[in-house]
Nanobody, 120 residues
Framework: QVQLVESGGGLVQYGGSLRLSCTVSGSILAIGTMGWYRQAPGKQREMVAT???????NYADSVKGRFTISRDNLKKTAYLQMNSLEREDTAVYYC??????????????WGQGTQVTVSS
């Protein structure tokens, strides 16, 4: 079994900062790409940022320059540092991780989601 545990969400004022964490546990051979997605009320889930096992980062245009994704492979944890938060960043944030539990077999797992609310 693979579990993703997210933390760090909450209520923050406009212009403030939050850091999200996503820790992977279970019988894992390897972790591939780790990413953060978000879903606002009435909207589709969208990619926020991803980071490959080699460290290559990719961001949605709406968060470039404000958000930074990183990972600690020893801790099996991904982070999302969110600065200069805007009301439009209000959403449930989900962690998504590619995990290998057997040789050459990969599956994607989702976290339970953590609410981020930006107040004006």
């Amino acid at each position: 079994q693979v579990q993703l545990v997210e933390s760090g969400g909450g209520l923050v004022q406009y212009g403030g900062s939050l850091r999200l964490s996503c820790t992977v546990s279970g019988s894992i051979l390897a972790i591939g790409t780790m990413g953060w997605y978000r879903q606002a009320p009435g909207k589709q889930r969208e990619m926020v940022a991803t980071i490959t096992d080699g460290g290559s980062e990719n961001y949605a245009d709406s968060v470039k320059g404000r958000f930074t994704i990183s990972r600690d492979n020893l801790k099996k944890t991904a982070y999302l540092q969110m600065n200069s938060l805007e009301r439009e960043d209000t959403a449930v944030y989900y962690c998504n991780v590619d995990v290998s539990m057997a040789l050459r077999r990969w599956s994607a797992y989702w976290g339970q989601g953590t609410q981020v609310t930006v107040s004006s």
